[in-house]
């Protein structure tokens, strides 16, 4: 057996080491051939280096070209890259068009041109582009480079950022509710919006403001060096409180304009939706716990409307008491904050106004066209998505909420990432 043994291990070894010599003979034949092939391009003055002149790169495609072998394998003898090769073979075509071949590439962002006309557009206002905005989003930089006739990438336009020193910066803070039935409210909640029929409705229901018209601080790029000052003692040219409604199921908008925030103004908002809903089996208010959501006169109202046996009928879902972060409409708000208020200066109440209109208008028709229930951020507004989730900050950490004149010093200085340097006061929600 010991004889047996031997001998057939004697054979593996031997046959492990001719399957080693025919592998580097392979490997030495395929190094002869990029040396032969390294050797020809510098025979004829072409070098192997990170950019290639005009010249070279004709010279390369004429290598390739004249080839008896497929162009793929002959590429990568040579060690280039066939998306590099077909890009050259084009753009050596349309600058003999054009007479404009020269020694060397450019790419977009080293191009002065695309830089200033990058930040051309830095400096100016969304809405000078057609844009409902009053601060800049990476998306509608290119879609406004591109209708200057200078289409940029997204990176590019991050790398010439960045590259001039530029940041984006935030601040986080976090909520917690000290309801003791916390865990009751949130479970009746939850019951509701898991057993909702086609014929009911729930509203999220809240109310934004007031804020000031006037220059407003906000998140913004800003050069190396230098901070965009807000004045902070300023004359306001009026104030909006928004009233609004965000039915879940089909992610629609209800606004409108208040005085103040009072029972009468709920009132209202319940009237106009019993009426607009009217077709609806059942529908549910579901907000925070201000005095005037829970008043006797509000009370009053809705079992007055319930006993007259008209439709829809109205039930109430009040949220856990300091509980905004479930309140779902607070993530629509946060996002037509960033978009509308943040980095504006309106020159009068009916111009933001109507800039909040459009939002609030353009949102629906997308959700009309794109039916969804909340809680989906295809729509790319919302800064937190609008969904109801116990995990779920909809009230944004982000967005500066406090538009109400402080003691202090005279000016409040908006920092590189936008943020105030001081502190913010108490909300005024």
Not at 220 to 230: C, I, L, Q, W
Not at 232 to 242: R, T, V
Not at 364 to 381: H, L, T, V
């Amino acid at each position: 057996m010991r004889p047996r043994q031997t001998s057939k291990t004697n054979y593996l070894d031997k046959l492990r080491d001719e399957v080693i010599s025919t592998q580097k003979a392979i490997i030495q034949r395929q190094a002869e051939i990029i040396e032969t092939c390294k050797a020809i391009l510098k025979s004829r003055g072409i070098i192997k280096q990170k950019r290639y002149s005009d010249k070279q790169k004709e010279e390369i495609i004429a290598i390739v070209e004249s080839t008896e072998k497929s162009k793929r394998t002959k590429l990568k003898e040579l060690g280039i890259n066939s998306g590099s090769y077909y890009y050259w073979r084009k753009e050596i075509t349309l600058k003999r068009a054009t007479n404009e071949l020269s020694e060397q590439r450019h790419y977009k962002f080293e191009k002065e041109e695309y830089k200033s006309a990058l930040f051309s557009i830095l400096h100016s206002p969304p809405k000078d582009f057609g844009f409902n905005r009053a601060s800049w989003r990476l998306e509608d930089i290119h879609a406004a480079m591109k209708s200057k006739g200078l289409p940029l990438g997204h990176n590019y336009i991050c790398r010439i950022i960045k590259d001039a020193g530029y940041r984006f910066r935030s601040a986080k803070k976090v909520l917690t509710s000290t309801d003791p039935n916390y865990r009751n409210k949130l479970k009746k909640i939850t019951q509701i919006l898991s057993n909702l029929k086609t014929n009911e409705k729930f509203f999220s229901i809240d109310e934004y403001g007031p804020f000031a018209i006037k220059i407003q601080g906000g998140k913004s790029y800003v050069p190396p060096g230098k901070a965009r000052v807000v004045p902070q003692l300023q004359k306001s040219k009026g104030f909006l409180i928004i009233t609004a409604a965000l039915e879940l199921s089909s992610n629609q908008i209800v606004h409108f304009y208040s005085k103040k925030k009072d029972t009468d103004e709920m009132i209202k908002l319940l009237e106009l939706l019993i009426s607009k809903y009217s077709n609806e089996k059942r529908i549910y208010f579901s907000w925070d716990a201000a005095s005037w959501h829970a008043s006797k006169k509000f009370k009053q109202a809705v079992d007055e409307h319930n006993k007259s046996k008209k439709l829809p009928k109205v039930k109430l879902a009040p949220l856990p008491a300091c509980a905004q972060f479930l309140n779902v409409i607070e993530s629509v708000f946060s996002g037509m904050a960033k978009a509308i208020i943040h980095n504006s200066d309106y020159q009068s109440v009916d111009e933001c106004a109507r800039a909040i209109n459009r939002y609030f208008s353009d949102r629906n028709k997308f959700y009309i066209q794109n039916p969804q229930k909340a809680g989906n951020k295809i729509w790319g507004k919302e800064r937190v998505e609008p969904r109801f989730s116990e995990s779920n900050n909809c009230k944004d950490p982000q967005y500066l909420h406090n538009f109400k004149q402080t003691k202090g010093s005279r000016q409040q200085c908006i920092g590189a990432y936008g943020g105030a340097t001081n502190k913010p006061s108490a909300t005024n929600r």
